[in-house]
């Protein structure tokens, strides 16, 4: 039986100050993990479930008292919690971040930014395929906004949501909270279900895809429906709110987190909120109720949003400024203190007289109005400095080609030292744009894709050899080696590669995902199918980790040998275990790390040499080199900068090696003629 009108009004107007204890304790976790333990708090987790819990109470309410919610009170009434203290730390960040960060990462930031500010930063970083736990990725000072574009969005999803279940239940004549119910459970087994299966699938894509966590939000919506009527034990409180807490404290202490979130490893913590609400609608003495609810709980609680957004830009600009990944505990502590400190300052100067704008008639307009005007200077800024950076980008490609000369620079015995104050090719500013266009136009298999993307390059019309290149990202950086001479030389390129997987055979075991198995299948199948005069590929991984080549690449490759298929084999480059781009940095050029030793990441012989009984339709190719003169692999050679990333080659060095892998290759496909 569903409660009364005046039941409904006591549950909407009674003050739950637990949750504000609920939120400082959240913030602290995700603060405290991303600082000391570089992990997942499932601190995030808590506010989607709180947030799904208080806007469902809220848009009730407004149904209740006015028979409907009208859109733009709503959005403005949200606006005037979220954006002043947002829109100041994303200025801040801009700002800071001119001074501070590399280059290499501006181009980055100026993106995150723009997505922040618009609350699509969730999409953005998954479309740039971006590892939210994977510590040797470079991460921005606006990458923590993912989790505020997905509240942003929840919201107005929910606002629709609302009016859709207001709509139903007028036109049933039913109570609109059964409607809701039977809306909020079905997005919860549909979400719920999705996140669990993408994040087999594609667990990075799936820690920012909006619909792997609408169950979390959905879920805090249900508890509020029917809170009220969870009875519990006085004894059965205590213990369930109490172990509702220490639950979430140790999650991230207890579970491994690196690919399982957010799939049902989630529930952890969303069971763990669940459970403190849950003991807080039935008080005890020694409740945890009482700790959340206290004063200093409650006067915390009114930080929690801005310690979650403030922590982290600290944290990355220390890393950047310190030269470190690692912050010691009192430097831990100020941090924590700082973002506390400056959270209340934005909070009583800047979001309380905006939340205090009242008025019978000209309060909205105001009120938008001053919000539009906080997000001007951040637009704006953003927009001058990204402008600046396309200034810098097409006056560095006008320069000579004899002023950039990268991997000819070693062949001609040329000067490799650099100068601080040297032009460097590409511009570092631009340094995750200097990629193949592969990716740009759909030639890259993504993970997930069902089809086989096959684009061609070079002399199309008449060409009088063909080559296919495949495999993974490692492979990809080549085809701007091929283009460079492709045309001249009447070479058709096939190009087949895919995404964070290898031209392998079958049998490497579970760390190959089910799309890259698949991929590979259809890959070896058109390789046969085309017949091409030879193939390109890596002979190895290129990593010390894995120290011979796998039994499975030399079967794949004696397999093709049976179908008369040739294998130009290019030994994989250096893959160095930290971001190389950012050596590309004049703060970083003389740093220890930024010093790769050749004979670890490119020792003699090469795996494929060390093969017992090799393929004879494979010949290797060991351009180590040029990637490591003088038994280092410095992250600038001949004024280019030679990776892009942590460890993939940049199109700029690639076409630098154009006329040194131009000899090797016309002489094995003339000795084929």
Sequence with gaps: MMKSNSELDLQKKRFRPEIEGLRIVAALLVAIYHIWMQRVSGGVDVFFVVSGFLITASLLSKVHKDGTVNFFDFILGLAKRLFPAAFTVLLSIVIASYFILPEVQWTQTIKEVFA??????????AMTNTDYLDQTNTKSPVQHFWAMSIQGQFYVIWFFIIMIALWTSQRLEREIRKTLFVILTALTLISFGYSVYLTEVNQPWAYFDTRTRVWEFALGGLLFLFITR????????????WLGLIALISCGLLLDVGGRFPGYVALWPVVAAILVLAAGENPTRFGVEKFLGSKPMRKLGGYSYGLYLWHWPIVAFYYVVMGTTEIPVIHGILIILLSLGLSWMVTNIIEKPIRGIKGKR????????????MAVPVLVANTVWSSSIN????????????????????EKGMELSYDRNTELQPSPANLDGDVADTYEIGCHHEEGQTDLPVCEYGELEDPKYEVILVGGSHVVPWLGTLNTFAEEEGIKIYNITKISCRFNGEGVGEEMAPDCRDWNQMAKEKVIELDADLIITNTDLGTPANPEVEPERVELYRELEAHDIEIFGIRNNPRPLFDMGLCANPANIENEECTVSADEYVPQPSKWSRVEDKPSNVTEYDYSEYFCPDGSCPAIIGNTIVYFDGFHMSNSYAESMGPIVREDLMEKLESLE
Aim: proline share 6%; aromatic share 12%; glycine share 6%.
């Design 116 to 125: 922040s500010i618009l609350y699509y930063e969730n999409w953005q970083l």
């Design 230 to 241: 969870i009875r519990l034990p006085f004894w059965m409180s205590g213990v369930v709110g």
């Design 362 to 373: 000209n309060y909205r307009p105001k009120v938008a109005t001053t919000l539009l005007m």
């Design 391 to 410: 200034n810098d980008i097409n006056e560095s490609t006008k320069a000579s080609a004899q002023d950039f000369p990268g991997a000819m620079a070693v």
